[in-house]
């Protein structure tokens, strides 16, 4: 069974899988984990991508999400089933029960952006939700709860002078790795050399040797 | 100049919707009058409400109060898109608005529903479209209601085209010419140097991405907001997966962002805006590609195809995948763009009334059912089981005719319920 899909993404929607503004809540990640789900179904694996800005979804053990761009690579949870049906068609399910199909996907996006699921008024939140099956629900809860495993690798050098002109400059390592987004929650484990797309994959990957960090 | 006097909003000045919610009596006029009357708050939600039933429970209530107690909840009450509201609702503003009542509505917003002589009873009308231009228009109109066609889907009376903005030229042989004033929004665009609408051309994603790339050679500082791409078709599975292929052939051919506005809902700048119908109310863009499979002969649909094809104040184009019936609409098209004028066969007196009846049912129908109290009335009827209620109510959806033309849904049931158990 295949493991690996790779895809090379198009300049003009970097800007979804890398947001300018930081990731910090939910919301955000499960938007990107549905866009990345539509770009697998449009558009064509690549078996060697010269790209900068790539997609790689690893299934196997591990099922993640991974994105390369230039100074960054992070990674999130990917809870779905995926399966290659020719060279062109892939199709994606959520537990055999739900499509992650083109109509499924906007339905789920449009009820994440909506300001109703914000409302104070719970009634406001679950009425757009009633106009859907059954499986909407269930799956939008799963996926509200879902861990979603963000990772995030950051070769960066601004941050970094930034830390060592106000001298502490292992607060903020130049290559480091941070993990969890939210600001209370967040930590960062420095690397001493540069990291490539491969090593946070065998990194994350449960089939490989676990790393160890020195206890220092 | 100073400001003397800030307004007081929600002490004596509101801007807000007829309905609102319960928490907050400032969030809209239904909610307001419920807590200023004492009247039990009814939930949008809830299967059934529409605004006949709960203004009507308002005036009710205000009725039953006795004179001496009575209070009015405001001095004027200002109203807009009166064509969405029942009589009841302007005879409780009446009864509760001290001085006056203003209504305003939009004689160009559908061309079924409200075109009889009743809507013409107003003070003052307003019959020039400054959006769109007259050929786009005279188009909508022409596309919108048949006139193009053998058998129009509506007439109007010779009141009602006049209080829309048309001058009529009688002919032999029941020809009618239906004459617009050109009005020029762009002093500087010469809008005689190119097509208004343009018609036909596959639906093909290569295709649109042709026109935009035609338009981004004509116009060389357009971007894309400036461009709305509309899907009329009813959210079925296909459609989204057309949009989504679309949406990536505009990402890696054009280089230009998408946004589907109908998980936005919002515009967003320097992004090409795409949508369905349901999220395009209020919005006009420069361009407008309308996209459909074919022009259906549905009240609901040509009404869709009138509203999408005026959201452009340049130029609309309408792609059809199905070529069936489009000749007579570009023959019309032609003539407008050559002549600007509608050119038209009037009904007889005979179909007039044919088309009234017609039209008349299917507003009844229309008004105060929802469309599941109206299939299971028919399900009762023909004694459908209940569980094949389910799969019959999705089939009758994905079918080209009226939601609620009640024949055609009984022909529909009785052919093809031995298939749906």
Same mark, same amino acid.
Request: some cysteine; charged content about 30%; proline content about 3%.
């Given at each position: 069974?295949?493991?690996?899909?790779?895809?090379?993404?198009?300049?003009?929607?970097?800007?979804?899988?890398?947001?300018?503004?930081?990731?910090?809540?939910?919301?955000?990640?499960?938007?990107?984990?549905?866009?990345?789900?539509?770009?697998?179904?449009?558009?064509?694996?690549? !078996?060697?991508?010269?790209?900068?800005?790539?997609?790689?979804?690893?299934?196997?053990?591990?099922?993640?999400?991974?994105?390369?761009?230039?100074?960054?690579?992070?990674?999130? !949870?990917?809870?779905?089933?995926?399966?290659?049906?020719?060279?062109?068609?892939?199709?994606?399910?959520?537990?055999?029960?739900?499509?992650?199909?083109?109509?499924?996907?906007?339905?789920?996006?449009?009820?994440?952006?909506?300001?109703?699921?914000?409302?104070?008024?719970?009634?406001?939140?679950?009425?757009?939700?009633?106009?859907?099956?059954?499986?909407?629900?269930?799956?939008?809860?799963?996926?509200?709860?879902?861990?979603?495993?963000?990772?995030?690798?950051?070769?960066?050098?601004?941050?970094?002078?930034? !830390?060592?002109?106000?001298?502490?400059?292992?607060?903020?390592?130049?290559?480091?790795?941070?993990?969890?987004?939210?600001?209370?929650?967040?930590?960062?484990?420095?690397?001493?050399?540069?990291?490539?797309?491969?090593?946070?994959?065998?990194?994350?990957?449960?089939?490989?040797?676990?790393?160890?960090?020195?206890?220092? | 100049?100073?400001?003397?006097?800030?307004?007081?909003?929600?002490?004596?000045?509101?801007?807000?919707?007829?309905?609102? #919610?319960?928490?907050?009596?400032?969030?809209?006029?239904?909610?307001?009058?419920?807590?200023?009357?004492?009247?039990?708050?009814?939930?949008?939600?809830?299967?059934?409400?529409?605004?006949?039933?709960?203004?009507?429970?308002?005036?009710?209530?205000?009725?039953?109060?006795?004179?001496?107690?009575?209070? /009015?909840?405001?001095?004027?009450?200002?109203?807009?898109?009166?064509?969405?509201?029942?009589?009841?609702?302007?005879?409780?503003?009446?009864?509760?608005?001290?001085?006056?009542?203003?209504?305003?509505?939009?004689?160009?917003?559908?061309?079924?529903?409200?075109?009889?002589?009743?809507?013409?009873?107003?003070?003052?009308?307003?019959?020039?479209?400054?959006?769109?231009?007259?050929?786009?228009?005279?188009?909508?109109?022409?596309?919108?209601?048949?006139?193009?066609?053998?058998?129009?889907?509506?007439?109007?009376?010779?009141?009602?085209?006049?209080?829309?903005?048309?001058?009529?030229?009688?002919?032999?042989?029941?020809?009618?010419?239906?004459?617009?004033?050109?009005?020029?929004?762009?002093?500087?665009?010469?809008?005689?140097?190119?097509?208004?609408?343009?018609?036909?051309?596959?639906?093909?994603?290569?295709?649109?991405?042709?026109?935009?790339?035609?338009?981004?050679?004509?116009?060389?500082?357009?971007?894309?907001?400036?461009?709305?791409?509309?899907?009329?078709?009813?959210?079925?599975?296909?459609? /989204?997966?057309?949009?989504?292929?679309?949406?990536?052939?505009?990402? #890696?051919?054009?280089?230009?962002?998408?946004?589907?506005?109908?998980?936005?809902?919002?515009?967003?700048?320097?992004?090409?805006?795409?949508?369905?119908?349901?999220?395009?109310?209020?919005?006009? /863009?420069?361009?407008?590609?309308?996209?459909?499979?074919?022009?259906?002969?549905?009240?609901?649909?040509?009404?869709?195809?009138?509203?999408?094809?005026?959201?452009?104040?340049?130029? #609309?184009?309408?792609?059809?995948?199905?070529?069936?019936?489009?000749?007579?609409?570009?023959?019309?098209?032609?003539?407008?763009?050559?002549?600007?004028?509608?050119?038209?066969?009037?009904?007889?007196?005979?179909?007039?009334?044919?088309?009234?009846?017609?039209?008349?049912?299917?507003?009844? #129908?229309?008004?105060?059912?929802?469309?599941?109290?109206?299939?299971?009335?028919?399900?009762?009827?023909?004694?459908?089981?209940?569980?094949?209620?389910?799969?019959?109510?999705?089939?009758?959806?994905?079918?080209?005719?009226?939601?609620?033309?009640?024949?055609?849904?009984?022909?529909?049931?009785?052919?093809?319920?031995?298939?749906?158990?």
């Amino acid at each position: 069974m295949k493991t690996s899909y790779q895809f090379e993404i198009n300049p003009s929607v970097i800007k979804i899988f890398f947001p300018e503004e930081r990731i910090k809540d939910k919301y955000k990640i499960l938007e990107i984990l549905l866009e990345s789900c539509r770009y697998i179904l449009y558009n064509k694996e690549v !078996a060697i991508s010269r790209s900068q800005y790539k997609m790689i979804l690893h299934k196997d053990k591990m099922s993640r999400l991974v994105f390369v761009g230039e100074n960054k690579i992070y990674s999130i !949870a990917f809870p779905f089933n995926i399966s290659q049906i020719t060279s062109d068609v892939i199709l994606i399910n959520y537990k055999n029960r739900f499509d992650i199909d083109s109509q499924n996907i906007s339905i789920l996006l449009s009820l994440l952006k909506s300001p109703t699921i914000n409302s104070e008024d719970c009634l406001e939140f679950i009425d757009p939700i009633t106009n859907y099956s059954q499986n909407i629900w269930s799956t939008l809860r799963d996926l509200l709860l879902l861990e979603d495993g963000y990772v995030r690798y950051d070769n960066d050098e601004v941050g970094f002078e930034k !830390a060592k002109t106000d001298g502490h400059e292992h607060r903020h390592p130049l290559n480091h790795i941070d993990i969890f987004y939210t600001n209370q929650i967040t930590f960062k484990l420095g690397l001493k050399k540069e990291y490539t797309k491969n090593d946070l994959i065998d990194l994350m990957d449960r089939n490989t040797d676990s790393k160890y960090l020195n206890s220092h | 100049m100073r400001v003397e006097k800030q307004i007081e909003w929600d002490k004596r000045l509101w801007v807000s919707h007829a309905w609102g #919610s319960r928490n907050n009596p400032n969030s809209g006029l239904y909610s307001y009058l419920c807590n200023f009357y004492n009247v039990n708050f009814l939930r949008f939600s809830y299967q059934g409400t529409g605004y006949k039933q709960i203004f009507t429970q308002i005036l009710e209530a205000v009725n039953a109060i006795e004179e001496k107690d009575f209070r /009015f909840a405001f001095d004027y009450i200002l109203i807009d898109e009166r064509q969405d509201f029942p009589n009841v609702f302007f005879e409780l503003c009446e009864k509760i608005a001290k001085n006056k009542v203003y209504i305003a509505g939009d004689i160009f917003q559908d061309i079924y529903e409200n075109t009889n002589n009743t809507v013409l009873e107003v003070d003052i009308v307003l019959n020039k479209c400054y959006r769109t231009d007259p050929r786009t228009l005279m188009f909508a109109h022409g596309v919108g209601i048949g006139l193009f066609e053998k058998k129009k889907l509506n007439w109007f009376s010779d009141p009602y085209w006049s209080v829309i903005g048309y001058n009529i030229e009688r002919l032999e042989n029941r020809t009618i010419r239906l004459y617009r004033e050109p009005i020029r929004r762009f002093d500087d665009l010469n809008i005689g140097d190119f097509e208004s609408v343009i018609m036909g051309g596959s639906t093909h994603p290569s295709n649109v991405i042709k026109i935009v790339k035609g338009l981004q050679d004509m116009h060389k500082e357009i971007k894309p907001d400036d461009i709305a791409i509309i899907l009329l078709e009813e959210n079925q599975k296909n459609l /989204f997966s057309y949009i989504d292929g679309l949406s990536y052939a505009i990402n #890696s051919k054009l280089e230009w962002e998408v946004n589907r506005a109908y998980e936005n809902q919002t515009k967003i700048p320097n992004t090409i805006y795409i949508s369905n119908i349901n999220n395009i109310k209020g919005l006009e /863009f420069p361009f407008v590609i309308c996209i459909t499979g074919a022009i259906k002969n549905t009240y609901k649909y040509r009404n869709v195809l009138y509203t999408m094809l005026t959201r452009s104040f340049i130029q #609309s184009y309408l792609l059809v995948t199905d070529e069936k019936g489009l000749e007579a609409n570009k023959e019309g098209l032609k003539i407008i763009n050559e002549y600007n004028y509608i050119e038209t066969i009037e009904p007889t007196d005979r179909e007039k009334k044919e088309i009234e009846n017609k039209l008349k049912k299917f507003i009844q #129908s229309n008004a105060n059912v929802s469309f599941e109290d109206f299939i299971k009335e028919i399900f009762n009827e023909l004694k459908i089981p209940i569980k094949s209620r389910k799969k019959l109510t999705e089939a009758i959806l994905n079918t080209d005719f009226d939601k609620f033309d009640k024949q055609k849904t009984i022909k529909f049931i009785k052919t093809n319920s031995e298939f749906y158990n």
